[in-house]
């Protein structure tokens, strides 16, 4: 039995999508029953609750062998992480697969990739089967910037020149699915990037060759991004953070790609020309 969390969101509902129809069976911890009801239809066992929960966590882990643990970024995700770490290790989980992310450094500033990093530490030393991936950052983000492409041809973000390796949560989920169904992953570490590097301008031509209409990136300053963004992101923790990130990227750091999902999947990344394709529509009026 796999164990999934984040189901209904990016990285994990992409990571069931790849699993399903594998042949292996399936659970999930799903706070909100009804958004899961397609995976449930699909044979996913459902159990529902707070993933932060330990009563919760250790009703799903019972039978588990491997699981994937996806944790929402907030304040408390340390602690949820360790005690999600904890309870696989005391239910006899044989590997823990956990989401993490590119920026997960030694000396990581940012809170989001911190956190990441002291989770990464705390599941290296616990004596279970580990494998941690490290994606960067997601093309699926461009998603949040769909309503101002389709009304006005330009998105707004803070990021100046700065680059990101982005990559499909597609291909994340792709690769999540291959390590929790094969063998030779314990004790790996998987950056998970897309085929290219690319600045927010880069990200505009693409979007305007795909869709055939001139389409610009607006460099934000970070404040008046702050202010925007405090509208959809109401907790002053994950705000800041997400800002911080943001700024990461704007300021500039070592990029460089990683050929996991090739190697892994035995296809090549998807590229953004691809992405934008495929969620046409969405960026369409
Ligand atoms: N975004 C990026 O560019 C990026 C890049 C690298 C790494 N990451 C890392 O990827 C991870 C997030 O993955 P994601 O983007 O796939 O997440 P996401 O789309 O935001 O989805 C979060 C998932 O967690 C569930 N969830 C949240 N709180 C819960 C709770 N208390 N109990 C049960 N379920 C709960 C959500 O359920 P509901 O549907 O009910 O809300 C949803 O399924 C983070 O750790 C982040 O740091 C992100």
New binding site residues.
Partial sequence: MILL??????????TAKALLGKGVPLRA????AE?AAALKDAGVDLVV?????KAVIDKALRGVERALM????GET?LD?EKQFIDAAKAAGVKQLVK?????AVADAKAP??KV?YQAEQYLRASGLGWTLL?????M??LLGSAGTIKEQGKFFLPMADGKTA??D?RDIGAVAAVVLTGDGHAGKSYEITGPEILSFHDVATCFTKVLGRKIEYVHVPMPAYRQTLSRFLTNAWHLNAVCELFQEIADGHDLHLSDSVQKLTGKPPIPLEQFIRDHQAVFTA
């Fill in positions: 969390t984040g189901v209904t969101g990016k990285t994990g509902g992409a911890i799903v706070r909100n958004k609750g707070d993933v932060t929960d996806v944790m929402p970024n995700q949820s989401m993490s992310s590119m920026e989001i990739p990441h490290k994606p960067n950052f997601f699926q983000n982005m990559a949560v």
